[in-house]
């Protein structure tokens, strides 16, 4: 079969927004290849000493998009499932940036300190891992940082995470599992970038594991069947993204949502879903670094599949 690679036409998107022009257009049960470049549009480079000399806050996270599929209607839930992640360069980028990050003064969270150093890690990628030093290996284990759909009427950065998806930086976002996004204009609106080859839970430097990517999907439209938030499935989870300010609050989002689920779908009483996720429920910290942060709340599909 072969399957057609999608590069960006244009310049690369830094917002979510339903009136960016589309690049191209696929039909539901379509594999497509999507090209991205990573968090910095490719800019940093070993000869780059600053951040600031090449990237400008906030466009980060370029976003190849939009991508109609045909046929998703408001109201419709527009499901992604992820295939494969491959870098299309033998390195990954990290580091760390003035005045951004889980443990230094922010913006949104201002003290009197100064920021920490800027540093910055080229690590090599091989079959083996990403090598972090001569002693360490770590996994490749890529995900998609950014990825969803377009909002009704705004337009929001590509930083920010919210009920359209965005950046929410979850591990959980990646080959094998398959993505639902809650459709809000004709033909959705499909933007994803900011590939991952690995990250810690949390993103806690704000900066993961950053590489260009080939990302291959496919895309399936679950006419009349609505979401409000970000849903993912795999073979052993059913998972739910929140995204808000404070934590806990993402945290909430998260859990009713996926309560909701279980007493839609698989027949719980509301009550009785809320009992079994406070004994067998689990969370994952997406990022705790963004402009609103995201958690993942998880229920183990072994105890759904008995019903």
């Not at 600053?50 to 419709?76: M, R």
């Not at 920490?116 to 690590?123: F, K, S, T």
């Not at 949390?202 to 993961?208: I, P, R």
């Not at 509301?270 to 910290?285: D, E, I, N, P, S």
Request: charged share 20%; proline share 9%.
């Amino acid at each position: 079969m072969t399957i057609r690679e999608i590069h960006q036409s244009g310049p690369y998107r830094y917002s979510y927004s339903p009136f960016h022009p589309p690049i191209a257009t696929v039909e539901p049960g379509e594999t497509v290849a999507i090209h991205t470049v990573d968090a910095f549009e490719n800019k940093m480079t070993p000869e780059v000493r600053h951040f600031a000399d090449v990237c400008t806050y906030p466009f980060l996270n370029p976003q190849t998009g939009p991508i109609v599929v045909n046929g998703a209607e408001p109201g419709d839930t527009l499901a992604v499932k992820i295939h494969e992640i491959t870098p299309t360069r033998d390195h990954a980028i990290t580091g760390t940036i003035p005045y951004f990050g889980g443990l230094t003064s922010t913006k949104l969270d201002p003290t009197l300190q100064p920021p920490l150093e800027e540093q910055w890690l080229y690590l090599p990628i091989d079959d083996a891992g990403i090598h972090f030093d001569a002693q360490r290996v770590i996994p490749y284990e890529p995900f998609l940082g950014t990825m969803g759909v377009a909002p009704e009427i705004e337009a929001v950065n590509a930083l920010t995470p919210d009920y359209y998806g965005g950046n929410m930086d979850c591990v959980e976002t990646r080959p094998g599992n398959e993505v639902w996004f809650p459709v809000h204009v004709d033909g959705a609106h499909f933007f994803t970038g900011d590939a991952h080859a690995s990250q810690g839970d949390g993103e806690l430097t704000g900066v993961a594991l950053e590489i260009p990517a080939r990302v291959t999907v496919s895309f399936e439209v679950k006419k009349g069947y609505g979401v409000k938030w970000p849903r993912i499935v795999s073979s052993d989870f059913l998972m739910v993204a929140g995204s808000a300010r404070p934590l806990e609050a993402a945290a909430r989002i998260a859990w009713v949502e996926l309560i909701d689920w279980m007493v839609n779908d698989y027949g719980f009483d509301r009550m009785k879903a809320y009992h079994l996720l406070g004994q067998v429920g689990q969370m994952r910290l997406g990022n705790m670094v963004d402009p609103k942060y995201t958690m993942v709340a998880k229920c183990p599909r072994r105890y759904l599949d008995r019903l």
